[in-house]
């Protein structure tokens, strides 16, 4: 039942795998403008043989493609609506989209800069000069006031594209934002989903519980009337009311744990603590979910193309580089244009007078000959952020395979876990009938078929906690696949 990335049959080293991957994701194909290119997500797929090899000989497998709403395999509708409750209303979730929307106002503002800029204005400045100035004779000062109304345009060329580069930066920034977005909706229905099924597996087990203290109660009664009656030394009753005290404690703490995780279904769900109580506080009348018999993985290459973390840091790489782009045409000659249309004389009158129009068209060329190594400074800066993104990305690549790979092997072996709490309980559920057949015939004491009793119960809590840890694995098999953030294409 186990499954994992290693059932790749005739797959290359992971290590293999990932370089090539990297390789191929990091390769730089000619050049933009002024920088290099970046030449996108990678495609790394193992092919269709080896993906076929990935299910052979696991039923539990299947290599159809995965559902985004994972969580509606387990078929419980309260679990639904919580998760579409908490991406509804999760505080997390309302400040990444607020983060897109951040973004993509900076991808506009940047597309901006391709089009020339109009500005109007008008003045009446009141001037007060020295006679001389304006002809008159050499002594004294005279004074006037201007009316003025103007217009101006201004247009840099784009020549060596850095406008445009700050323009893939910002969009490449507002695609690791949407992906940040869809990241946090992953983790946040995967968190739900954990919690919930953590609170389901608790209520099962303090059920048991409390008909295990009742269990304690007696064997504690009966060793204290055997001590009593002088037919059985202290010691029994002693490890019977330890047993209970263990019991006691066991309970109590369950109990908090029920409180804790509803109160932590609240706030993942954007609501205060205790909002959910009336509605989690007791036991679910279905049983505790459990994955389906046949679990969809499909192709464990898309991993690379659904997981949101791995195009987020995607995309921040893509954007460094276009960093680089904009910083390099920051130290190049830059070409403008500047229209100025004015209207306007001494009187009030020649802001509407078409001959007293002025007009002046300014093209200018400026470049920075000398700055002290300034830019190169900054494009050195620009490079090694971007050697920084592409660290991160590889590490990104490199835990997303181990996290499936972590998942996939906790998953397949926990079903084995879980089929042998089946079978413990099984078997101590037949040796409890039989105990208490044979204390009803009188060939044993009661208390053995009550420590028989107790034993079936702590098999029923240890397969309820078996089944628990197997629908967490399968939920951290979901996250692995990077799914829960947007409806399959």
């Given at each position: ?14 290590t ?40 052979r000989?696991?039923?539990?497998a ?11 395999a ?10 579409e ?73 784009d ?31 995967a ?5 919930y ?34 037919t ?11 047993q ?28 205060e ?41 995607e ?6 580089n ?27 009158g020649?802001v ?13 060329i ?5 700055d ?55 078997q ?28 079936q ?33």
């Amino acid at each position: 039942m186990h499954t994992s990335f290693r059932r790749l049959a005739h797959r290359p080293p992971a290590t293999t795998l990932v370089a090539t991957t990297l390789l191929a994701s990091l390769a730089l194909a000619g050049c933009t403008t002024v920088g290099p290119k970046y030449t996108g997500a990678p495609d790394a797929a193992p092919g269709a043989a080896a993906r076929s090899a990935f299910l052979r000989g696991d039923a539990s497998a299947t290599p159809a493609a995965p559902a985004a709403r994972w969580w509606d395999a387990l078929h419980d509708p309260v679990l639904s609506g919580l998760i579409e409750q908490g991406l509804a209303r999760s505080p997390n979730i309302a400040a990444a989209n607020a983060r897109i929307a951040q973004a993509r106002a900076g991808l506009a503002a940047n597309k901006t800069a391709l089009v020339p800029t109009l500005n109007v204005s008008g003045a009446v400045p009141y001037i007060n000069v020295p006679a001389d100035i304006l002809g008159g004779d050499n002594t004294g000062r005279t004074d006037t006031t201007i009316y003025n109304v103007g217009f101006d345009s201004s247009w840099e060329l784009d020549l060596f594209g850095g406008t445009r580069s700050k323009i893939t930066a910002a969009g490449a920034r507002a695609e690791a934002a949407q992906a940040s977005a869809d990241d946090a909706r992953v983790t946040l229905s995967a968190e739900i989903a954990r919690a919930y099924v953590s609170l389901r597996a608790r209520q099962a087990v303090l059920a048991l519980q409390d008909q295990q203290a009742a269990v304690d109660a007696q064997l504690v009664d009966l060793a204290q009337q055997r001590l009593q009656r002088g037919t059985a030394p202290e010691q029994p009753l002693a490890q019977a009311r330890g047993q209970a005290a263990q019991t006691e404690g066991d309970r109590a703490k369950t109990r908090a744990d029920i409180t804790v995780l509803i109160d932590q279904l609240a706030v993942l769900t954007g609501q205060e603590p205790g909002a959910l109580d009336a509605t989690l506080a007791s036991p679910a009348p279905l049983p505790l979910p459990l994955p389906p018999a046949s679990v969809a993985v499909g192709d464990p290459a898309s991993l690379l193309r659904n997981r949101p973390d791995i195009r987020m840091a995607e995309r921040q790489l893509a954007a460094a580089n276009a960093d680089i782009g904009a910083q390099i045409a920051a130290g190049l000659p830059k070409i403008s244009f500047m229209g100025l249309l004015g209207l306007g004389g001494t009187s009030i009158g020649d802001v509407v007078d078409p001959g007293k129009i002025i007009g002046l068209a300014l093209p200018q060329i400026r470049w920075n000959l000398f700055d002290g190594g300034r830019n190169k400074a900054q494009v050195t800066n620009k490079r090694e952020a971007y050697a920084e993104a592409e660290a991160k990305y590889r590490n990104t690549v490199l835990t997303a395979l181990q996290d499936a790979e972590g998942a996939l092997t906790r998953f397949g072996s926990q079903r084995q876990v879980y089929g042998k709490a089946l079978d413990t309980q099984v078997q101590t559920t037949r040796a409890q009938a039989l105990q208490q057949q044979r204390a009803d015939a009188g060939t044993v004491g009661q208390s053995d078929a009550l420590t028989a009793r107790r034993q079936q119960l702590q098999a029923q809590q240890a397969a309820a906690a078996a089944a628990a840890e197997l629908t967490t694995d399968f939920i951290a098999v979901e996250k692995a696949l990077g799914l829960g953030w947007q409806a399959p294409a």
